[in-house]
């Protein structure tokens, strides 16, 4: 009875009401993807996809036993938010294109000169001047070691290895550092699996709908990039 009371409640509620009731859940939610992933969309872009999402929720809500309008409201949010991110997610597969032909050119130089290339013979091959190739190596390792690096710090149970202490300071150091550095040779598509997975806390539908690869192929990008991780604590100590 209670509880049907409750939801008579809600109904009486007009969806502008629930709108500006529900704005900081909006704000929260922007700005929690803004700290994880804020180089694919600005807080502004952010903050809108949220509102339009909140103001589809108003609309299309109808209260039913065991579901609030709060929690409803942060699905159809958190949905148009990750909507966004699909939408700029060229700018991902960008990045990973343009890895990959800096790979290609790193190996075919390798090949020809039989010595790893200089960034001026990068830049050359690449068609790029070697202040633009620079700042984009840059940009590329900062970004995949700043924001994954807490995929240790937040997510430590991943890569347990119970002959580590953790009361040990100094191991705890080396450990973050060989991390930092196992997390910076991940491939670009594995790190961003990584960081939407765990750190994110997305599940893999929404990795799946962001990257534009199915839920199967999220599963098998995280499975080897947790590998990778694994192998490279292991063999460091």
Known sequence: MIAQKGYAAQTKKDPDTLV???MPLVRKLAWHFMGRVGQFAEIDDLLQAGYLGLIDAARRYTPQEGVSFSAYAAIRVRGAIVDLLRRNS?????????????????RELAQRLQRDPTPEEMAAELDMTLEDYQSWVARF???????LDEVYSDHSSLFEDNTVS???ATQHQQIRAIMRQAVSEL????????????????NIYEVA??????????????????GRLRDRMKGSF
């Open 20 to 22: 500006k009731e529900h």
């Open 209 to 226: 709908a962001i990257i534009g690869v199915t839920t199967g192929r999220v599963s098998q990008i995280k499975k080897a990039a947790i």
């Open 166 to 168: 953790p009361e040990d």
């Open 141 to 147: 390792q900062a970004n995949k070691t700043q924001s």
């Open 90 to 106: 060229n700018l991902c597969r960008s990045t990973i294109s343009m890895q990959q032909k800096a790979r290609a050119a790193e």
């Open 187 to 202: 491939p670009e598509r594995e790190a961003l699996v990584l960081q939407l997975y765990y750190v994110e806390e997305m």
